[in-house]
């Protein structure tokens, strides 16, 4: 039998953000709703196949009507699915980008059938070879583009859709894109159909490609505001960061024992703009270091 959050969340009423993690699923997507469930959640992320895998089986219509049924009971929500790391709608391999594009609609298709709202995805990396084209203005634009144009390959594909397409905001390794405000800005700007996009922005990703959550918070935000609608903003991974700010090496830490620190979490908890975002832990250690990480968050929320 499922409990129900309210009978073991102890989050004061008053503060309204949702708080989940990335949970497992191993055994059945349902297993997602339990483990979420047991760590004092209100919401929840997970992957509805394989994250490391091209190829999965079809979804059953037990396994979506056992998710569905409960998902329904446990009163969780927003759930987000995150799509496969092997996803990259940015390669200038038609062939790559294709094979992606095909990817990501059945990651689509999966989402929408198990009734979940948010499906989060990395924009992508441009693939040059040469270390020096890493940041090219032409190059990384031309990423962009290919990104755009598969997203609204994708929408075209599935209209009548509810759930919306969330992107995520990239650390910068490598030759990722999508590392700026004015980067996703961009991709948004060329979707046929922006009322089916959100943005989710990652803290430690934020923090590695350069933005200063420690030092100038509200500037931050400030930037995000002049470049992309507010309104867009459905979700936040709230992780901790190992490596320094502007070294775009995405390593995530657990709160408090990162380069950001406990204030900008505080911030987070206590800014009134994000009471309609949803905050997804995406922090080491699983379900035993995340349920006393959810609590402190609420508490930083009342302080």
């Known amino acids: 039998m499922l409990i129900s959050p309210q009978a073991i969340c102890t989050r004061p009423c008053c503060h309204p953000m949702k708080l989940g993690a990335h ?12 483990e979420a469930l047991a760590i004092g959640a209100d919401t929840f992320q997970m992957f509805s196949k394989n994250q490391r895998q091209w190829i999965a089986k079809p979804l059953t219509d037990e396994q979506r009507d056992q998710f569905r049924t409960a998902l329904a009971e446990s ?3 927003p759930v987000m699915i995150h799509d496969s790391y092997l996803i990259n709608m940015g390669s200038p391999d038609p062939a790559k980008g294709n094979r992606a594009q095909h990817a990501f609609l059945e990651e689509y298709r999966r989402c929408e059938a198990l009734g979940v709202p948010y499906l989060n995805f990395h924009p992508g990396s441009h693939t040059h070879p040469q270390k020096a084209m890493r940041d090219d203005h032409a190059t990384r634009e031309a990423a962009l583009e ?6 609204n390959t994708t929408l075209a594909k599935t209209e ?14 490598g030759t990722n894109v999508g590392i700026t405000f004015g980067e996703l800005a961009h991709i948004l700007e060329r979707v046929d159909d922006p009322s089916r996009m959100g943005v989710c922005i990652d ?8 933005y200063d959550w420690a030092g100038d918070y509200d500037g931050v935000w400030t930037e995000f505001d002049s470049l992309i609608d507010r ?5 936040m991974h709230l992780n901790d960061s190992l490596s320094d700010r502007g070294s775009r090496v995405d390593r995530h830490a657990n ?15 206590q800014d009134s703009r994000l009471e309609d975002v949803a905050g997804y832990l995406e922090t080491p250690g699983g379900p035993d270091r995340w349920r006393p990480e959810i609590a402190r968050l609420r508490e930083l929320a009342e302080k």
């Open 23 to 34: 949970v497992s699923v191993a055994g059945g997507l349902h297993n997602g709703v339990a």
């Open 75 to 77: 009163g969780l929500g």
């Open 146 to 151: 290919r990104i755009a144009g598969h997203i």
């Open 160 to 173: 009548g859709f509810e759930s919306l397409l969330v992107l995520e905001n990239a650390a910068g390794q």
């Open 203 to 210: 803290t430690q990703h934020a923090w590695a490609a350069g």
């Open 231 to 235: 309104e867009r903003l459905v979700g």
């Open 255 to 269: 709160h408090g024992e990162g380069k950001l620190g406990e204030s900008v979490f505080a911030s987070i908890m």
